[in-house]
């Protein structure tokens, strides 16, 4: 693929980034050095072009998907690294076919990237759907081209609730070159044959036919990218297109309610996850018979067993799928059900003047109702103290106990003590004295 065909083509992207990288690509091919330190200073941060390589924890493999997304990156991967679609297609396969891994986690920070390679990568994973538990983490950022792929997982978590997420949309930009190859006393002259041969030509400004084109591109793609959200999701078409889709970015929690993901978890909390639902599957496969070495000790591989016994493969792939498609469904259910019921024991402990509070704890996403009826009590002490203060300071000043006479204790109405400060009251006490009423 030319370069020029990533700079003009569909891009699953939040937009000011593909602005940004379009500026870049624009640079190079004008045959501009491009200036690394100018990239730093516009994006305001160092560029860094490592990759971030998958790697084990717990038995549970995690894959980084850790910048702009590209089937090979090439130029932009060599400035600022990025996410190599073939290359996590490679170690996904990898984990799937290790033995020793129970499950992946698909640890996403990303703004989006190309179409191309995104839809292939998300399908390739949504095939592999149980055979192991796969989950996304999506920590800062999963938008666009990232969420395609990240809505093939099994489940998806948002690491914080200032994580942004969504941006379900295509977009595509034309380079119009002519002003300055003009400019620079350069033109160049395309010698075609077709109609639409250079319909959409970088040597001259965008044409009607050519805007129709790229817009037919779009609106192909945008359909693609909806129908694989809502299969992945197990939503309807017209509930993506009116909840999640349309290009909008939801933050945090906003995220979760519109079903775009399923909780709040940090990445170790997610890899605790996976475990749990390798766990759950594990009886399921035991259930459906595990080929064993017999007397003669001959050796059963997965190809020999597919090609030996093709019906017992299918039944065992059919029965672990199940089991896990149950638990990831009680997993959400469970979660979603304890988060609800988190909410509302913190709202069963608010009293009048703590409302603020307690809706402060009540979407923090970790107050319990403990936590909450502590807060309200703390809270409570120090406004009784303040108006206990303030009360001293406006008081009247105290005065004489009425003497009862014939040496019995002193007595006062109710009434009068209730205009007493509180020095007088202690010492009306003291001295042995008695309410009436």
């Not at 995690?62 to 089937?71: A, E, F, R, T």
């Not at 105290?398 to 009251?425: C, H, I, P, S, Y």
């Amino acid at each position: 693929m030319r370069l020029i065909d990533i700079v003009n083509g569909p891009w699953a992207i939040r937009p000011a980034m593909l602005e940004e990288i379009q500026r870049i690509y624009a640079t190079h091919l004008r045959g501009e050095k491009i200036d690394i330190a100018k990239v730093e200073a516009a994006t305001g941060k160092k560029l860094d072009n490592s990759r971030n390589g998958s790697y084990v924890l717990d038995q549970v493999a995690v894959i980084p998907m850790i910048g702009v997304i590209g089937k090979r990156m090439n130029l932009f991967t060599e400035i600022s690294g990025g996410v190599s679609t073939e290359m996590i297609a490679k170690d996904f396969e990898q984990a799937v076919n290790d033995p020793a891994i129970k499950g992946i986690v698909l640890h996403i920070d990303s703004p989006g990237g190309t179409v191309d390679g995104t839809k292939q990568l998300a399908d390739m994973i949504a095939g592999y759907r149980g055979t192991k538990p796969v989950l996304a983490c999506a920590d800062g950022m999963m938008c666009s081209a990232a969420y395609w792929i990240g809505s093939a997982a099994d489940g998806i978590n948002i690491a914080d609730l200032t994580t942004d997420v969504g941006s379900i949309g295509v977009v595509a930009a034309h380079q119009d070159i002519s002003g300055w190859e003009e400019k620079h006393g350069v033109k160049t002259t395309e010698i075609t044959a077709g109609k639409y041969k250079r319909a959409i030509s970088q040597y001259q400004p965008l044409s009607e036919e050519g805007r129709a084109m790229i817009q037919a591109d779009l609106d192909q793609i945008y359909e693609l990218f909806v129908d694989a959200v809502a299969g992945n999701r197990g939503k309807s078409v017209d509930a993506v297109l009116s909840e999640m889709a349309e290009g909008r970015v939801f933050l945090g929690r906003k995220a979760v309610e519109a079903g775009l993901v399923d909780g709040v978890a940090t990445l170790a909390e997610t890899i605790n996850q996976v475990l749990d639902l390798s766990r759950a599957a594990q009886p399921t496969s035991r259930r459906a018979g595990v080929a064993t070495p017999t007397k003669e000790k001959k050796t059963m591989n997965l190809e020999k067993l597919k090609a030996d016994h093709p019906e017992l493969v299918e039944a065992i792939v059919a029965e672990a799928q199940a089991g896990m498609a149950e638990a990831v469904a009680t997993a959400r259910t469970e979660g979603a059900e304890s988060e609800r019921q988190r909410i509302a024991d913190v709202r069963a402990q608010s009293i009048p003047g703590h409302e603020a509070l307690i809706e402060q704890l009540a979407f923090d996403g970790k107050s319990t109702g403990a936590d909450a009826a502590l807060a309200i009590v703390a809270a409570e002490k120090e406004a009784r103290t303040t108006a206990s203060a303030a009360a001293d300071a406006d008081a009247p000043q105290a005065v004489d106990a009425v003497d009862a006479g014939d040496g019995a204790a002193k007595t006062m109405k109710r009434k009068e003590f209730n205009a007493l400060d509180q020095q007088a009251r202690r010492a009306f006490f003291a001295a042995g004295g008695k309410l009436i009423d």
